[in-house]
């Protein structure tokens, strides 16, 4: 979503997002309770505040080149490798799989592109999300990634932030 907005891509999928996906990833997997838990995603603290999913949401993704540096990362199998987004030169998705090199005559990160999403299918790759929890694949469940495009979309993020805000003044 960050890539979408950033990039000011225009996605029917969000403009309406509970109907779209929700219909969408119904239509793949009737037989599963959608709404209910699937694997291990009961082991996460964020479910029960979507605000979480947007810690480093205000921050700018970067432009991938080579000495660029992201703060949109996940960890991959170690704490010197992490998956990277970045957008590319023209407003591609870019992800990749990013080494850090702490080496005596060498320092740096070292980025191996994985995937490479074009504007275009941004709304596909938001459907394939859908797609791949209605066909249990990984820990969070179609409800959950409807509920975290939903906060995001109504209004509610920014109405958290904002009291977030005031809160901390």
């Known amino acids: ?12 999928v969000l403009e309406n997002p509970g109907f779209a996906l ?3 990833a119904a239509s793949y997997r009737t037989e ?3 709404m209910s838990a699937t694997r ?16 480093r949401y205000d921050q ?5 080149g080579p000495l660029s540096n992201t703060n949109f990362w996940f960890p991959a199998n170690s704490q010197k490798v992490q998956w990277g987004f970045y957008i590319g030169k023209k407003n591609e998705l870019v ?21 490479v999403f074009l504007p275009e299918d941004a709304d596909e790759l938001l ?14 469940p179609v409800s959950e990634i409807l509920k975290i495009i939903q906060f995001k ?16 003044a």
Do not use: C
Not at 153 to 168: Q, V
């Open 127 to 140: 459907k394939s999300l859908f797609i791949q929890a209605a066909n249990l694949r990984g820990r969070t």
């Open 40 to 55: 291990t995603e009961h082991f996460s603290p964020v479910r029960e505040k979507p605000i979480m999913h947007f810690t």
């Open 22 to 24: 929700s219909q969408l």
């Open 153 to 168: 979309t109504s209004g509610m993020y920014e109405r958290e932030i904002a009291r977030l805000k005031k809160s901390s």
């Open 60 to 64: 700018t993704m970067p432009k991938f």
């Open 95 to 115: 992800i990749s799989r990013d080494r850090i090199i702490e080496e005596r005559d060498k320092t740096g990160i070292e980025k191996e592109i994985r995937a």
């Open 1 to 12: 979503m960050k890539w979408i907005e950033q990039t000011r891509i225009e996605s029917k």
């Open 32 to 34: 599963v309770d959608l």
